[in-house]
């Protein structure tokens, strides 16, 4: 008779109540899923091509079982027709499925996640962020090791500086003054304002974006020729997403390499993308998680392209999982949390730009005191 078969025939059934329960309840596996959403106060209004505002509300998981608990954050991109309340109402609608799941089979568990769920990427990543960060710590060994990397290898992430009037963004510089490399939204009319004002400040490289942001091709040649000159290295989105027809004749009339953020999504953008660019800008919150990330990356890198690993304004939960995948990167642009003044957790640190992942299991995050 099987051990099961046993319990069930009532053998010695005072005893096996307790310990019939016990094993029904290691058959499933008692995960416990929470969802929340937490308002991100920025440090200065944030100003983009797309966008100006002074906070960011951004969408949490938490994962517990075995008396650990693993979290996860997408920062929802209005973009794409998502919200902190849509992340919240689609992963919440899973929920009963979610318990009933195993995460060691993350992958898996990931996979159904995709099913179930439409859109609401951000959604996606903070589950699997925290599926992640769980594992993890189960395994007892940091999520960087799961990818097979060596810490060693994280890139330098730039800082980020938002359009803004020339003082404020001279203000920025000197804040920023521990970074080697920034980084310059353009694509207003005062891009000459605002790379004035950088300079005024600091001769160290730096990186443009401008968000879809140029009116015509010509335009955009002659800005980003303009832009080499200022010394800028290389180039995000100059023209809107859809249009790829015209990147191969900016190309060949500039010399710095463009990279695809906007039109860059999913894995599968990436073979369309490849003839037209020179790199991807790779974002957890666009892709919905670590392992599409990863799938992305080795697609790029598949097709011989360079790789960028983005972030949103987002709390050092959903930066400090992006961090585990930058030492299979070529670019780092990961200092959302560093725009914020009120990140509830400590995680990936940052010292003259470098990423410093923790040997701690899991995501290593530790929750800030109010
Ligand atoms: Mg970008």
């Known amino acids: 008779m099987k051990r099961r078969d046993w319990f069930r025939a009532g053998a010695a059934a005072p005893l096996m109540m307790g310990l019939e329960a016990e094993v029904l309840a290691g058959a499933s596996t008692g995960m416990k899923v929470a969802t929340r959403t937490r308002r991100l106060n920025l440090k200065h209004t944030w100003t983009t091509v797309m966008s100006s505002s002074q906070y960011r509300d951004t969408f949490y998981v938490e994962i517990s079982k075995d008396g650990l608990t693993g979290v996860g954050e997408g920062a929802p991109i209005i973009r794409y027709k998502e919200s902190a309340e849509t992340c919240d109402a689609a992963v919440k609608a899973i929920v009963p499925w979610l318990e009933q799941q195993d995460p060691r089979a993350f992958q898996k568990v990931m996979a159904g996640v995709f099913q179930k769920i439409e859109g609401n990427w951000a959604g996606k990543a903070a589950v699997d962020i925290a599926l992640m960060d769980w594992v993890g710590q189960k395994m007892q060994t940091p999520v960087w090791r799961l990818f097979g990397v060596d810490k060693a290898d994280t890139p330098v992430t730039v800082f980020s500086i938002g359009i803004d009037k020339a003082e404020v963004v001279r203000q920025k510089v000197r804040e920023a003054e521990a970074f080697p490399v920034l980084k310059v939204k353009v694509g207003l009319d005062n891009d000459e304002e605002v790379i004035g004002a950088v300079r005024a400040e600091t001769k160290k490289p730096l990186r443009a ?26 180039i995000e989105q100059p023209l809107p997403a859809a249009n790829l027809e015209d990147m191969n004749w900016i190309r060949k009339r500039v010399h710095i390499p463009i990279i695809a953020d906007e039109a860059c999504l999913h894995p599968a953008d990436i073979p369309r993308l ?48 992006a961090a585990q995948l930058t030492p299979m990167v070529d670019y780092c642009d990961l200092d959302g949390m560093m725009l914020i003044s009120n990140d509830p957790y400590e995680g990936v640190l940052v010292e003259r730009g470098k990423l410093i992942l923790s040997d701690r299991p899991g995501l290593g995050l530790k929750p800030r005191k109010a």
């Open 209 to 234: 974006d401008a968000n879809e942001g140029f009116k015509s091709k010509e335009q955009a040649v002659e800005k980003i020729n303009w832009l080499e000159k200022q010394g800028v290295e290389f």
């Open 274 to 321: 490849a003839p037209h660019f020179d790199g991807v800008n790779v974002k957890i919150d666009k892709c919905g998680g670590l392992l599409e990330g990863w799938r992305m990356i080795q697609m790029a890198r598949a097709l011989g392209l360079k790789v960028m690993l983005g972030c949103m304004v987002s709390s050092s939960v959903a930066i400090t999982g």
